[in-house]
DNA sequence: CTGAAAGCGCTTACAG
DNA sequence: CTGAAAGCGCTTACAG
């Protein structure tokens, strides 16, 4: 027993106007007058009449939707970045569109279908290691609605960015470590290809080079930014036959995992090695010790990514719209470091 | 210079052919014979046509969608369930849109809209803890959407839903305790309102008392799921005068800082005390000990869930149509249970 | 197998 | 301030 679905023509009959009167009262109701409007609006109340965005958004050739492409939906790191696009975005009356590239098989085809057929207005890449030709293609989309990244960012590719302070970060990070008194200090990185990496991994480079401090080609011991990815740096850390006394590595699931896999080798940290991470999960703190770390407020990062998108939605080809934001980090200082020995 | 958009018509226009006939040889290519589908084909692939969904949805009456309701996006455990939605969602040209309750501010009028104003034509809900009245406008919300609870479920409400083995894995915690030779076993839950603590809880209590096992009341200790509930759940135990010598965590976040907490007070686990959760999140095996564990697949409760409720998206009104699906948990046994001493 | 035409439920110039 | 009417881009009975 599906009722009819209500129209605005249902509405327009009980209160007594035209469609376009009631349209104008949902849409716009300062330039309907205050008896029409109370007319209206009762009327709607009285039919429990909702509005079909379908309709609305194929007339006004939108979708009110914003699409956000996740390297990984699994990936707990994002989950505070989305809620802070899914909280900006609602409050404007958009809804969140959710894709993992790890999904679309059909290598971008997918994606640009959610672009291009009218799914989406505008689209939020988290992943910096989309392929080349997706990326292009994304650029060179017929309809080109506004795309934009965050956190990572797409070398050669002039997208507007939201990222954080990658290298001021790891500068913070091997500057704590030095002032603690460590001479010799390792990198983990992330995955090879990805910008964050080699963002961190030439900051760290140049900061050690500062400090005039030695650099041995296996103390920046490659990572993928996953707990695994720590258990496997710290198996090559306890073979080193010269031991770095301290350890950054470039995300806080690769200094979980390496922390852990130390533990179960009998070495603890940071009494036999200190340890930092990057990011600021909400684990990092429960951790065993709790974990020195470079902080990115991802609800921020969320945030404002979607406020700068909404501004490209809304006021396409403004000259003004800000190209990017770099958003601060902070040294948090807690129980994985300490001086040497 | 947005090019104009190009629309079934233009297709049309190159194949030689009406409108009807393109749409058809897109939607139901048997239909329309061989020379007919290679020009229309042909036509699609040089003006580089793409079909627009919202006019497809208001057509049709679809919006090609789903909705899920997370109770907070920032919960990694809910990670895994999102992407299963989404793995079969998008194998079925559905989008997966996302909403978190945390974020609906008005009470679940919100909610409701994104079913009664067309934007996705069925719900997920993964929070047991809606509002009563929320739950009473989706149970009658006039377009009668299908909604569908996983993990949780909402007592009194009668949606369809999936959920794991919540007794069995309970009752398989204690047995393992028990048969390491635990007598004296405490269980810390969560949230007092939520149906999952309620099962687990009396679930519980119903193996102590087969096992004929002490139960005071203190050893039932009041959680909420989170690392900080399972250090407060911690604090409690530590303040007992006689301890039990294993804890059965309703969450491996419950359980995970409970054994941060007691390290910080120089108590090992397990040689001081066993500890086990609930769940198998990516951590639990990384956690130091690694953890002990109910172990429930969230990527296939996420695929169920979303099978189920394309099902009855597909044939509203399918009599055949299961309603609930209970999906298998298993024991996993890593470090941190040990017979007692 | 194919086409002409109506219509999904809105919004918005255009008149008045 | 308000209404009549066109049209957003599709799909689908209805004829043929």
């Given amino acids: 027993m599906a009722l009819k679905t209500l129209t605005l023509q249902d509405v327009a009959r009980v209160a007594g106007v035209s469609t376009a009167t009631v349209s104008r009262t949902l849409s716009d109701p300062n330039v309907v007058s205050e008896s029409t409007r109370r007319k209206v609006s009762d009327a709607v109340k009285s039919t429990g009449y909702r509005i079909n965005r379908t309709a609305r958004n194929l007339r006004t050739q939108r979708a009110h939707s914003v699409l956000v492409l996740l390297p990984d939906l699994a990936n707990p790191f994002f989950s505070n970045i989305l809620e802070g696009i899914s909280s900006h975005l609602s409050s404007q009356g958009y809804s969140m569109l959710i894709a993992s590239t790890k999904q679309v098989h059909d290598s971008g085809e997918r994606l640009i279908d959610y672009l291009d057929d009218a799914r989406a207005d505008g689209m939020i890449v988290l992943d910096g290691g989309l392929a080349p030709d997706v990326v292009e293609m994304l650029a060179n989309a017929p309809q080109s609605k506004p795309v934009l990244t965050a956190c990572e960012w797409i070398d050669g590719a002039s997208f507007p960015s939201v990222r954080c302070e990658n290298r001021h970060g790891t500068r913070a990070a091997v500057n704590h470590l030095y002032d603690l008194g460590h001479r010799k200090i390792a990198h983990v990185t992330g995955p090879a290809d990805n910008v964050l990496t080699q963002t961190r991994k030439a900051a760290f480079a140049d900061e050690i080079a500062e400090l005039r401090l030695d650099l ?100 396409p080809g403004d000259p003004q719209a800000e190209n990017s934001a770099v958003l601060p980090v902070s040294l948090v200082i807690r129980d994985s470091t300490a001086p040497p020995q």
């Fill in 216 to 315: 041995p080609p296996d103390w920046i011991i490659p990572g993928d930014f996953s707990l695994i990815g720590g258990c496997d740096a710290a198996r090559a850390w306890i073979g080193m036959k010269d031991r770095p006394t301290a350890v950054f590595c470039a995300s806080d699931q690769l200094a979980l995992g390496f922390i852990a896999e130390l533990s179960r080798h009998g070495i603890s940290v940071p009494r036999h090695v200190s340890v930092m991470g990057f990011d600021d999960i909400d684990l990092a703190e429960q951790f065993i010790p709790p974990l020195t770390t470079i902080r990115q407020d991802r609800l921020i990062i969320g945030e404002t990514a979607a406020k700068m998108l909404m501004s490209r939605i809304l006021n």
